[in-house]
């Protein structure tokens, strides 16, 4: 909360109870942008979470307030966009390609990249 006035200690709170919460963006005003994860989700979640949210920045989203965090009221294109962006940086179809001429499994081609199984099937 002293980073980020916006939010409150029940803000954070409820950030690290609820499943649905993996991660997000937050520009603030004069202190940067920040990507703020989850400690407890797993690396291959971590490193989507943060493609994705890389991808907010590279597409030069704007910052929603914290309030749409909690009410689910999120901007559904810039997530969609944002989603599709971030897929592709963590999985290139490059990467793909490569690793399937070179008979690499599904579950190696996963560890190699940072990702999960569903994301490389």
């Known amino acids: 909360p002293s980073v980020f006035p916006a939010m409150t200690e029940e803000h954070i709170k409820q950030l690290l109870t609820d499943q649905h919460f993996s991660g997000f963006f937050l520009q603030v005003v004069s202190k940067g942008r920040w990507i703020l994860v989850r400690p407890d989700v797993s690396p291959a979640r971590r490193q989507s979470i943060l493609m994705?949210?890389?991808?907010?920045?590279?597409?030069?989203?704007?910052?929603?307030?914290?309030?749409?965090?909690?009410?689910?009221?999120?901007?559904?294109q810039q997530e969609a966009?944002?989603?599709?962006?971030?897929?592709?940086?963590?999985l290139p179809e490059r990467a793909l390609?490569?690793?399937?001429q070179t008979g690499l499994s599904?579950?190696?081609?996963?560890?190699?990249?940072?990702?999960?199984?569903?994301?490389?099937?």
């Open 52 to 76: 994705h949210e890389l991808a907010h920045l590279l597409l030069e989203h704007k910052s929603e307030p914290i309030e749409a965090l909690f009410t689910g009221n999120r901007d559904k």
């Open 97 to 100: 390609i490569w690793a399937k």
């Open 106 to 121: 599904e579950a190696r081609t996963a560890a190699r990249f940072g990702a999960s199984l569903q994301m490389v099937r």
């Open 81 to 90: 966009e944002a989603g599709y962006l971030g897929g592709c940086l963590q």
